[in-house]
């Protein structure tokens, strides 16, 4: 890590301007010391912080303020990691304090020159995980200014060397990747963007939305966001792994394996594309994988499930059989449910996700996977597309996001919401849907599941503000990362204060006060929950008579999100 940072400031250092003087530093811990009061002391305790500040004053003397001020701060790194390393209360502490001075100073030195390998445990600092990263940022930066410039944010575009494995209108599949040297986690996020099923919609599609069908205006870079950010304020957990982003160009739901012929306008091949970028991965790093973590939002998260068995067959076929495969699937969790209002099906949006589905899987010559097919008659493979169906069937863990009142799935049933107050009908078939969302997740082992009303969450910059039961969203997919660790060390049952199964039980939209901002669809302004409701027509003195509640005290308990 600490090699990293030196390469990108030395890729700078000549075209730095003019600096200001240094700032004074104090020399003893005041007001004015903006370090960590933890920090501060074991700087001060230490016969490395003692020699770091005689080295800074001497230097300053000199005229070599910079490089002393970024010894120090060297310093301070070593002595945080150690006590990563130590853990609280562990040996390692104990045996810092028994060696003598010589054995100190050797023992400092040894660590300098192993910086890099330092084998972490992020156990001591479990309870504060995105503060100590925010800190370790920040001490990067001021050991090397120009840094945060250099380290390369953005993912970049690779179109795959096979050529014959196509977006829709033939033109070459790729992927952007972001590497992260040294990091034996790889994240492979796999776009969404509904599907067509019919030579006529998917005409429509390559009119309106040509990038889902085709790679030819697709940049050369992207910036990752969310779970995809390389920034650890906004990506407390998965900022320093290999980034892989998947552009959706095969609108199958990534499923497809049809090639583009004269038979077949357009080709479909989602379920191939995936398996075509891991092989090319292999080559760039994935081999040395630890963990692969195959992640998709809507049609993406989908896709998760219906081929995250198939990569950790891939990856073992291919002799790498070490790599733990990995689900995460987000807004991808649909239900095959009664529509509220029945309609010919005519397009993605009107058509029945049961009706849309099966005339998809036939053009698409889509492919599901084969313990999901044995349960059910020949002809009826399109139930391996509804996540409460398939997930039994999986052996990969797949970690479920899923909000309780999705805007997607409102659409495909029919419930509009136009602005308009909702019609009784409407609201109670809302209502109900939150209930078997609800019902259908109880058995899932990993799950995160607000009453929001709102569609795909983990590539947002906010994703981090979303919380279930006062747990947020990276804190849960961490408890879950090390309860899978925990379970394959050494069968421990899962993680205490570490929840991984967070489902909201109240049961209105937005009825968690974390949920995405509501904005009114004509003026902009936003809403509070209770606006929220009143707006879709909720009847505060009914729906209080119906829970045996004074009306006020309803709306206090909405306004608190119990």
Known sequence: MLAAWERAAGSCA?????????????????????????????????????????GLAAAAANGGWRRAAMGTAAVHLLLLLGLLHAGPGGEGRKGWRRRGPAVRERGEAAAAAAAESFPLDFTAVEGNMDSFMAQVKSLAQSLYPCSAQALPHDLRLHLLHNASVTCNDGSPAGYYLKESKGSRRWLLFLEGGWYCFNRENCDTRYDTMRRLMSSREWPATRVGTGILSSQPEENPH?????????????SDVWSGASSKSEKNEYAFMGALIIQEVIKELVGKGLS????????????????????????????????????????LADSGWFLDNKQYRRTDCIDTITCAPTEAIRRGIRYWNGIVPERCKLQFKEGEEWNCFFGYKIYPTLRCPVFVVQWLFDEAQLTVDNVHLTGQPVQEGQWLYIQNLGRELRNTLKDVTASFAPACLSHEIITRNHWTDIQVKGTSLPRALHCWDRSLHESNKNGKAPLKGCPIHLIDSCPWPHCNPSCPTIRDQFTGQEMNVIQFLMHMGFDVQKMAQQQGLEPSKLLGMLSSGS
């Open 238 to 250: 998965w900022w320093n792994a290999n980034m892989v982003f998947i552009p959706y160009c095969s």
């Open 14 to 54: 000549g075209s730095r301007a003019a600096e200001p003087a240094p700032p004074a530093l104090p020399s003893s811990p005041t007001a004015a010391d903006p370090r960590p009061r933890g920090w501060r002391g074991g700087a001060r305790r230490s016969a490395g912080g003692a020699a770091g500040r005689r």
């Open 288 to 327: 040395t994988a630890k963990v692969l973590l195959l992640a998709g939002s809507s049609a993406g998260g989908t896709g998760v499930l219906l081929n995250v068995d198939r990569v950790a067959e891939q990856l073992e076929e291919m002799g790498y059989q070490g790599i733990q495969v990995r689900g």
